[in-house]
């Protein structure tokens, strides 16, 4: 399984970006797809979640403005993000956890995305 994210770039504080994350590679069970980050000096922190059952998780900090959402088949994840602040300027990487087949799993990563939110 390969992940590519795509959808960074420079905007200004207050803007909004749509990132998304292409899956190629057919898996037997996805158990969740998943937005991290990682700013310069800090350690990476997961933003938003989805599991297979629909349920989505949220970090405090972009509750209210970013939306993780994915297609019907679960080859695109999306993360909207609005209202974003410099804080937000970070690498995204996004991530699916899931298995090939019923005996192996799989925590696949992207190759990240940077985005960077001028103030």
């Known amino acids: 399984v390969q992940l590519q994210a795509s959808g960074g770039g420079l905007v200004q504080a207050g803007g909004s970006l749509r990132l998304s994350c292409a899956r190629s590679?057919?898996?037997?069970?996805?158990?969740?797809v998943g937005w991290y980050r990682q700013a310069p000096g800090k350690q990476r922190e997961v933003v938003a979640s989805i599991t297979s059952g629909g349920s989505t998780t949220y970090a405090e900090s972009i509750k209210g403005r970013f939306t993780i959402s994915r297609d019907n088949d679960w080859k695109v994840t999306y993360l909207q993000m609005t209202s974003l602040k410099s804080d937000d300027s970070a690498v995204y990487y996004c991530n699916v956890r899931g298995f090939y087949d019923p005996w192996t799993a799989t925590d696949a990563w992207g190759q990240g995305t940077l985005v960077t939110v001028s103030s």
């Open positions: 590679g057919s898996l037997f069970k996805i158990e969740a």
